[in-house]
């Protein structure tokens, strides 16, 4: 079954890395992505910048041209940043631009419903957050007005849940990426997303795993093939998240 892997990164020390918080990460390159989902059908994914890549942009440029069709960047801006520079970025095939409240190295999240506005009026691109779900409450009447919003690692959070579940009824996509990060059952929150939005989840690898309890397994897909039907499955794994990024 073709998977679009819609969580990401690649660490290559060619380019500039920051330590965060204490933690500097292992090289992952292109190379290694490939290699590790080589026994699997990615036709395409998107590539996501860490807190320790903070506002680089040549490393993501760089493994776009290297992972080729399909493939694209999801990115951390300053809120000053040029419309000259954003449609050059998009030219590149950025298409989302990423607000890292739980680990920082991305725009201040006071930011966010400005600067969101902004990329999606100038080129479409949605944004995406890595939050805690229990701190969803503070920005939920930003997030339902904004176009195109989608929240990463089923939102980390059992007790922030019912929290990500509100959003997902006015239309927030959710990232079922991170399995490995989350203290609940994965496969129940999936259902619940589901049942209120059959387009709202989509799966990503999270590779290579970054700080996460446990890294990425091919059981995780497995996860989600035993747990819904076969449409559900083509829509989790693939659909959803391939009209999202490249429609």
């Given at each position: 079954?073709?998977?679009?892997?819609?969580?990401?990164?690649?660490?290559?020390?060619?380019?500039?890395?920051?330590?965060?918080?204490?933690?500097?990460?292992?090289?992952?390159?292109?190379?290694?992505?490939?290699?590790?989902?080589?026994?699997?059908?990615?036709?395409?994914?998107?590539?996501?910048?860490?807190?320790?890549?903070?506002?680089?942009?040549?490393?993501?440029?760089?493994?776009?041209?290297?992972?080729?069709?399909?493939?694209?960047?999801?990115?951390?801006?300053?809120?000053?940043?040029?419309?000259?520079?954003?449609?050059?970025?998009?030219?590149?095939g950025?298409?989302?631009?990423?607000?890292?409240?739980?680990?920082?190295?991305?725009e201040?999240?006071?930011?966010?419903?400005?600067?969101?506005?902004?990329?999606?009026?100038?080129?479409?691109?949605?944004?995406?957050?890595?939050?805690?779900?229990?701190?969803?409450?503070?920005?939920?009447?930003?997030?339902?007005?904004?176009?195109k919003?989608?929240?990463?690692?089923?939102?980390l959070?059992?007790?922030?849940?019912?929290n990500?579940?509100?959003?997902?009824?006015?239309?927030i996509?959710?990232?079922?990426?991170?399995?490995?990060?989350?203290?609940?059952?994965?496969a129940?929150?999936?259902?619940?997303?589901?049942?209120?939005?059959?387009?709202?989840?989509?799966?990503?690898?999270?590779?290579?795993?970054t700080?996460?309890?446990i890294?990425?397994?091919?059981?995780?897909?497995?996860?989600?093939?035993?747990?819904?039907?076969?449409?559900?499955?083509?829509?989790?794994?693939y659909?959803?998240?391939?009209?999202?990024?490249?429609?």
């Open positions: 079954m073709k998977i679009f892997d819609t969580h990401l990164h690649i660490i290559d020390p060619k380019f500039p890395l920051y330590e965060n918080q204490g933690y500097m990460p292992d090289p992952f390159r292109s190379e290694d992505y490939l290699q590790t989902v080589s026994n699997l059908n990615v036709i395409g994914g998107a590539i996501v910048s860490g807190s320790f890549q903070k506002f680089d942009q040549t490393y993501l440029v760089n493994a776009l041209q290297t992972l080729g069709k399909n493939f694209v960047g999801v990115t951390q801006l300053p809120y000053d940043t040029s419309d000259d520079e954003i449609i050059k970025l998009n030219e590149k950025v298409r989302a631009l990423r607000f890292n409240v739980n680990r920082g190295g991305s201040d999240i006071s930011r966010l419903d400005n600067f969101a506005r902004r990329v999606y009026e100038l080129v479409n691109w949605h944004t995406e957050l890595y939050i805690n779900s229990n701190a969803l409450p503070e920005i939920t009447n930003i997030l339902e007005k904004l176009p919003v989608s929240i990463d690692h089923l939102g959070s059992k007790e922030g849940l019912p990500l579940l509100t959003l997902v009824e006015k239309g996509r959710v990232k079922a990426t991170g399995f490995g990060r989350i203290d609940f059952d994965a129940e929150a999936m259902k619940a997303i589901y049942s209120i939005n059959p387009d709202a989840l989509m799966f990503g690898t999270d590779l290579p795993s700080r996460a309890k890294p990425f397994q091919y059981s995780d897909i497995e996860l989600i093939k035993n747990n819904f039907e076969e449409e559900a499955v083509k829509k989790i794994l659909k959803n998240a391939f009209d999202w990024y490249l429609e």
